[in-house]
């Protein structure tokens, strides 16, 4: 028999509900923010993998519900002057739709393909099936994990550049912190490596999708259509990757560096398939214990 | 009904991981906002606060931010909104758009004030990113809760009920 509950009994335990739901929250955000090892993305990730056969196929719908309907207007127009040739033609537009999101995935992948053959970089090609709900951070899902060799801090870019950074792994998902997103940063430099100094940073720049490239020499000379690429000092990106190009740009002095926004030259709001570069930085050699003159003196 | 509420919320959560895909801007949009606030107002309050949980936990699961971060901001949220209905008459569609309003900044400085607390990054730009939200949401959400009284409302609900009745009905006058 079913308990029937008075609509006060049900108010009074509303507070205790509250309480409850509320305390579970406080103890995972304390857990999710006291983990710096990486392990705190571990719930998340785990959830992503399991959600991610149903956030491929809701993407791709999603995919073809926005051009479906961008058709749909122009169908319209031509429906108004000739019914019949609209009818013998949305078996053709629905063909061509067909053929055009091929071929762009195929222009896409074989960009990619260059990269790797030009490149020499060992890469996972992988599609983005999700981006961040939230407007406060810019990351995207992919739908390959570490049983594909991807790990964390492994570089993401496309033919065009550097994308993002791995920052959590599943076994079939991984999540990329995007380039554009403000605690995403990278060594960059302007012009060419080796022979610019004018060496900086670039980290995300509000949410107009540009970069903020910092610490660049006042006394360096930069112009505005400069294009900038990774300096590899960063152990994350390997040098010599596109970043972007200079938009906008305020001269510095000897005493401040330059004021310069960057472009970045990878179309990340429109990411389709993208390249993980399995790429291991190489490691740093330790500095040295002991100074010359005690090494000198115990030698004697 | 239950069913309908848990499909409600996955398929707001799911809509809401692939809005920037479509088209960047609708970031802006929180569609998990709208559900929490819809169910919010049927003055439910256990209901509103397990919708509130489990959409925000959910949408944290998608998200880099703190896990748990929305969880707490939406289900606080939804209790405040039901203990609100309770006291003042907000069935009229017109007050509903100040109360959506009210909660996506409530829900926009929440969420930033864990973020503080909780010693991470700070999230900025917080004016222009919560006003360009609660814009979005808020009309977004007028139209959203329209279609949500059609599928949900006890009255819709009575006449689906008896739609099969007026139709055995209107046959056997026709055969009289």
Redesign the interface.
């Known amino acids: 028999m079913a308990v029937t509950r008075t609509q006060k009994e049900i108010r009074q335990r509303a507070p205790l509900w509250l309480l409850a739901l509320l305390g579970v929250n406080l103890v995972l955000m304390s857990v999710s923010a006291r983990d710096e090892s990486g392990h705190k993305r571990l719930i998340q990730v785990w959830a992503q993998a399991v959600a991610s056969p149903v956030q491929s196929l809701f993407s791709g719908a999603t995919g073809a519900g926005a051009g479906f309907f961008q058709h749909l207007g122009s169908l319209n127009r031509a429906a108004t002057e000739n019914e019949d040739l609209r009818r013998r033609l949305a078996d053709t537009e629905t063909e061509l739709r067909s053929a055009q999101m091929a071929r762009d995935e195929n222009e896409r992948l074989r960009g990619l393909l260059d990269f790797r053959e030009k490149g020499g970089y060992q890469t996972v090609t992988a599609r983005v099936i999700a981006r961040d709900p939230s407007e406060w951070f810019d990351s995207v899902m992919i739908n390959r994990g570490s049983s594909s060799g991807i790990e964390k801090d492994m570089p993401v870019v496309t033919h065009e550049g550097i994308v993002g950074r791995i920052i959590g792994v599943s076994p079939v998902t991984a999540q990329v912190l995007l380039i554009t997103d403000e605690r995403a940063a990278a060594g960059a430099v302007v012009g060419q490596l080796g022979a610019s100094q004018a060496m900086g940073s670039v980290r995300g720049y509000g949410s107009n999708g540009l970069l903020d490239m910092r610490y660049v020499s006042g006394l360096e000379v930069v112009k505005q259509g400069d294009l900038v690429v990774t300096t590899g000092q960063d152990s994350i990106y390997p040098a010599g990757l596109s970043v972007g190009q200079v938009v906008e740009f305020k001269q510095g002095s000897a005493t401040s560096p330059h004021e310069i926004k960057v472009k970045p030259s990878a179309r990340l709001n429109s990411l389709g398939e993208v390249a993980v570069l399995l790429y291991h930085p190489p490691p740093r050699t330790p500095p040295p214990t002991t100074t010359p003159s005690n090494t000198d003196r115990e030698r004697k | 009904m239950k069913l309908k509420i848990a499909v409600c919320v996955a398929l707001a959560?799911?809509?809401?991981?692939?809005?920037?895909?479509?088209?960047?801007p609708l970031?802006?949009l929180d569609l998990?906002l709208i559900v929490v606030t819809y169910f919010a107002l049927r003055r439910?309050?256990?209901q509103a606060?397990?919708v509130?949980?489990a959409a925000?936990?959910a949408?944290?699961?998608?998200?880099?931010?703190?896990?748990?971060?929305?969880?707490?901001s939406k289900?606080?949220i939804a209790?405040l909104i039901?203990?609100l209905v309770?006291r003042v008459m907000l069935d009229n569609p017109l007050a509903r758009i100040p109360v959506l309003a009210g909660a996506v900044a409530l829900d926009a400085a929440l969420?930033?004030l864990?973020h503080r607390l909780?010693?991470?990054?700070s999230?900025?730009?917080f004016a222009?990113?919560a006003a360009?939200?609660m814009i979005a949401t808020t009309v977004a959400g007028t139209f959203i809760f329209y279609m949500f009284d059609i599928f949900f409302s006890d009255r819709a609900r009575q006449r689906r009920h008896f739609a099969f009745r007026r139709r055995a009905a209107r046959r056997s006058l026709v055969r009289r």
């Open positions: 959560v799911l809509l809401q991981t692939n809005l920037r895909l479509v088209w960047s970031v802006h998990p439910d309050v256990v606060l397990i509130g949980f925000g936990l949408t944290d699961f998608f998200s880099k931010g703190l896990l748990g971060a929305n969880g707490f289900t606080l209790y039901a203990a309770t969420i930033v864990l909780l010693s991470q990054p999230l900025v730009p222009e990113t360009y939200k």
